[in-house]
């Protein structure tokens, strides 16, 4: 059976299977594609989230400010 074939097979579980591989395997050569030709630190503080103020001099409320941006942001 060809790709086409389990993309439009009957079971639920196999359609479900083979989508997570092709985007497991699209996001792995984007990302090694991303590392390889673009410049270390090209987007170091462009994202919003760098500015955000997350650190504090306790462990415990700079995790719950990660834990709420990502939540929010996520």
Request: include cysteine; charge should be positive; proline fraction near 3%.
């Amino acid at each position: 059976m060809n790709l086409y074939g389990w993309l439009k097979s009957d079971k639920v579980l196999v359609r479900v299977v083979v989508l997570w591989l092709i985007c497991a395997l699209l996001f792995a050569l984007a990302w090694t594609a991303s590392y390889y030709l673009l410049p270390e630190g090209v987007l170091r503080g462009k994202l919003l989230a760098s500015h955000l103020p997350v650190e504090t001099s306790q462990v415990t409320t700079t995790f719950l400010r990660i834990l709420a941006v990502n939540l929010l942001l996520g």
